[in-house]
């Protein structure tokens, strides 16, 4: 995708700080499964003459634990807690059960083998 | 004075959906509120992986009752753009009535509810039905009053007829005429009495905490997916409507405004829109990731979507608008606002519940 950052859990805190400091909007994030490990996109919006939408790439595997931004932007808890029930994330201060009752099925949204699609016929 | 801990919802009057506000109070103040979802959760999202391409259209549509068409959309245009086809001319201006129609059916029924929330009953009724002539058009234009299942990969399902064209122009006077004969609303005494200087969110907030649509342009923040230019809107006269008095009553006079506006927009669209196909057919599997950001009634709606080159997606995200209202919700509720206030602050950002959790 266009303007795209790559960076390590290391880092992330300190490349969001950047944006914070520059007044920029939290979108959202996204969290792909890419088998061996997760991906999480921090969409940013700048907030230019037009809005323009800047990608923060983090990979990390699934074992372990990365830093929670919402110290920086105190809305992105919400969607922390979202990925956390849905990836069985570790992310750091942020609980589960957001979006999951106790009796749900566990991180739906990872991929599982064998699991049926339905093909066009 | 000791805080007490009041549960507002999930069962409240102003909420057609179920959303809970745990609120810590003192004396008749809110000091403190924390959100709890998840009561409505349906997995859309897992859906769409398991569910093929054309399928999907319809599934978006079901994520939100009211901004459906915004949805599929967003939806296609994403599939189109991992496919590398274009709609034609003609079917981004269909796409853009359907969407600007859906704006002006939503901010309607939004007035009703505020006029329902703050007892001011006849209004409520009086603004439905004007909203029920709109309703009828578009289900004459598309075959459905509600979910109207107009967006296709590559284009939209039917073509707008001269004769419809002249219709939605009938319909669109009278609108005109009905909205203006009712805007005294925005005057009426308690109406501004209950909103003016209620759930105030400053332009700093509103930026930190992300607030989309509505919320967001009443904060002085000229946040508008339109700009982007998505379908015909790059080919339309448009500007965002903002103004700075950062609080509910703002979001009515912003709401109220751009109703004026969608009725521009979509006269714009019938009077430049070119004759020609309403469909590109392609038989290409969308392959790559895209974001799609439009923008449906309540504020920016956010699609990712990653391909593989099968007919299945390999993920779609979808951010709506309420779920980044519920944020600067809380920072209008912690400031202090009295108690009986709460209904109004809610209901002034346009609570979807369904499609916030999808």
């Known amino acids: 995708m266009e303007n795209d950052i790559v960076v390590t859990k290391e880092h992330l805190l300190e490349e969001v700080k950047k944006f914070a400091e520059k007044d920029a909007r939290f979108v959202i994030a996204t969290c792909v499964d890419l088998g061996e490990k997760l991906e999480i996109i921090y969409h940013f919006d700048t907030l230019g003459e037009k809005p323009n939408l800047v990608n923060l790439r983090m990979q990390f595997s699934q074992d372990e634990e990365i830093p929670s931004i919402a110290s920086i932007y105190p809305c992105a808890a919400l969607i922390e807690g979202e990925i956390v029930d849905m990836f069985e994330a570790r992310i750091k201060g942020i609980p589960s059960g957001l979006l999951l009752a106790p009796d749900s099925p566990k991180a739906p949204l990872r991929k599982k083998k064998g699991e049926k699609k339905k093909e066009v016929k | ?358």
């Open chain 2, 1 to 358: 004075m000791a805080k007490t801990v009041l549960t507002f919802g999930p069962q409240h009057v102003v909420f057609p959906e179920p959303i809970q506000f745990k609120l810590k109070v003192e004396d008749e103040f809110v000091v403190g509120a924390e959100p709890v979802i998840g009561y409505v959760h349906r997995g859309i999202e897992k859906a769409f992986e398991l569910n093929e391409l054309k399928k999907n259209i319809f599934l978006a549509e079901r994520i939100c009752g009211i901004c459906q068409s915004p949805h599929s959309t967003a939806y296609v245009l994403g599939v189109e753009r991992l496919m590398g086809i274009d709609a034609p001319a003609r079917a981004r201006y269909i796409r853009v009535i359907i969407n600007e129609m859906n704006r002006l059916h939503s901010h309607m029924l939004w007035f009703g509810l505020l006029g329902d929330a703050i007892g001011f009953e006849s209004y409520f009724m009086q603004v439905w039905n004007y909203r029920e002539k709109l309703m009828d058009v578009l289900e004459k234009i598309t075959g459905n009053r509600v979910t109207y299942s107009m967006n296709a990969i590559g284009g939209v399902r039917r073509d707008i007829s001269d004769e419809l064209q002249k219709e939605i122009n009938r319909v669109l006077d009278f609108l005109e005429e009905a909205l203006k004969s009712v805007d005294g609303v925005l005057r009426d005494y308690t109406m501004v009495k209950r909103t003016k200087g209620v759930g105030v969110l400053t332009e700093k907030e509103a930026k930190r905490d992300g607030a989309v649509g509505p919320t967001a342009r009443a904060s002085n923040v000229p946040y508008d997916m339109r700009m982007l230019g998505y379908d015909a809107y790059c080919d339309l006269e448009f500007k965002p409507v903002v103004v700075d008095t950062c609080d509910s009553y703002g979001r009515a006079v912003v709401r109220w405004k751009e109703m004026f506006q969608s009725i521009e927009l979509i006269r714009e669209c019938l009077s430049k829109m070119p004759p020609g196909d309403i469909m590109t057919k392609s038989n290409a599997l969308p392959k790559g990731e895209c974001v799609i950001r439009v923008e449906p009634p309540r504020g920016e709606l956010f699609y990712y979507l990653k391909g593989n080159g099968t007919k299945n997606l390999e993920r779609v995200k979808v951010r709506t608008p309420t779920f980044a209202n519920i944020w600067p919700t809380i920072t209008m509720l912690t400031k202090g606002c009295e108690f009986a206030n709460v209904p109004v602050i809610v209901l002034s950002i346009d609570p979807c519940i369904s499609c916030t959790e999808r």
